[in-house]
């Protein structure tokens, strides 16, 4: 099973931190039009595809791909967005991720964590395979904090190729000093990490991690966002295997520290080899210079799609031809 978790942080408000839209404004539609993608094949609740400051679209495309190809069952679990998708959707209750400059990010994370944890232990009796992703727009940034406050020193990535990594050091430095925190400050306590400084997405992924673990096979479908949900489970106590399915453009950022601080957290990393060099759009053949890289657990559902005998290479081809559908306003 396929699962996509959404949610929102109004760190994403920041300028100049989120990629994940073409302005400030449009990162409002980016969730739930990643969701609909996946699940209808074209957005509903924006007119266009979800799209980067410079023109790049969304890797929902891929993900969308790896669904009709290997006909996985995908649920989308809603917890914390702005707007909910024009889609069918689970959802645990809760608001939009705090700017933690101002005030505590998920003052809910507990609650939150222990409805996911209840959720992941009903979905796991239903399928022994859980691949779970995340559209999380300013995503990158709650998890340095996360990662930060848990005592990793390793930077994250980000869909730019230009990693703003000196903003993220920043507001690392001012929530620190707000809160009178440093790194490492709430080892063993990984939701209060979440609490202070997380997202949404990093209580419920982790809670449906941990509830699932027992019945069934968990892959976290994601980069360096699913480090910071590895990095939650392991100061909440868990101490057995954890996997995370990534596209190689995550591997490969050298602004990032994937392959580190994955190896700190002993987390073993599958990483997808797709290869988007050969084609024919600009926006997709930008993604070997850094571009999008990662998102809308597009590495875990090619690496769920491979598992169940679905190429690669068939993948990719199949996500180029939903994208030059959509540019067509073709519906796939």
Known sequence: MFLLCIANTELSKIPNLSAAGENPEAIRYTVPSDAELLFWGKCLTASILPL????????????????????????????????????????????????????????????????????????????????????????????????????YDGMVSSASPNNPSNLKIKIWESCRKRYNITEGTFCNKGLDAVT?????????????????????????????????????????????????ATTKYIALDKSAHFASLAENLRVKAHVVPMDLSGSAYKGLSDYEKGYVKEGVGAGGALWYANHLGVPTEVVVNAAEQIYANLLGGISS
């Not at 996911?116 to 992703?133: E, F, R």
């Open 52 to 151: 980067d400051p410079e023109g790049h679209p969304t890797p929902a495309i891929f993900t969308r791909a790896a669904y009709i190809m290997a006909n996985f069952p995908v649920m989308v679990v809603r917890t914390g967005s702005f707007l909910p998708p024009a889609c069918p959707y689970i959802e645990i209750p809760s608001s939009p991720g705090s700017n933690p400059l101002e005030k505590p990010a998920v003052e809910e994370a507990k609650r939150i964590y222990s409805w996911a944890k209840a959720l992941g232990d009903h979905l796991s009796s239903l399928d022994s395979l859980m691949v779970i992703g995340e559209s999380v727009p300013g995503g990158t940034t709650s998890a340095f904090l996360v990662l930060k406050a848990l005592g």
């Open 196 to 244: 202070l400084l997380g997202d949404p997405m990093q209580a419920t992924v982790a809670g449906m991690a941990m509830g699932s673990f027992n019945k069934s096979r968990v892959i976290l479908a994601g980069g360096t966002q699913m480090l910071a949900v590895a990095a939650v489970l392991r100061h909440e106590g868990y101490d057995g295997d954890i996997e995370i």
